[in-house]
């Protein structure tokens, strides 16, 4: 989206208002010195088909493993999505930038510990 705004700009003979380090900085949460993403999760490559799946596509974690996804990685990814729910509870409403949003379309309880069963 980044990308495409700074396109935009440029077309219409206006300065990129993103500045391209924030685009080719490493993602981070940044809650210590130097963390970055890929120390602690999968590369994109293999998360973003999860995340899609599960999120997007309401997919159950058995039916990711049955797709032939590693079940370790499965179990793993689907936790933290659930147990990330109360962040997604928190937060405003931002931009819908796919058919599904957090909060709206996607909703899990966050009371009395659920988790949905998984194997």
């Keep these: 989206m980044c990308r495409h705004r700074n396109e935009v700009a440029v077309e219409a003979g206006d ?17 210590r010195p130097d963390q970055r993403d890929d ?10 088909p999860l995340l899609e799946q599960y999120v ?3 997919a159950t974690a ?6 032939g996804h590693d079940p370790a990685l499965v179990l ?4 933290l999505v659930d147990l990330s ?11 819908r930038i796919s ?7 996607r909703r899990m309880p966050i009371t ?8």
């Design 56 to 58: 997007e596509g309401d």
């Design 39 to 48: 120390q602690s999760l999968p590369p994109y490559d293999e998360l973003d």
């Design 85 to 95: 729910e109360y962040k997604r509870r928190q937060m405003p409403p931002g931009v």
């Design 112 to 119: 009395n510990a659920f988790r949905p069963d998984v194997i």
């Design 62 to 67: 058995e039916e990711m493993i049955a797709a």
């Design 76 to 79: 793993r990814i689907s936790k």
């Design 15 to 31: 300065p990129e208002p993103i500045p391209t380090a924030v685009l080719v900085k490493a993602p981070s949460a940044e809650l």
């Design 99 to 105: 058919s599904k949003a957090f909060g709206r379309d």
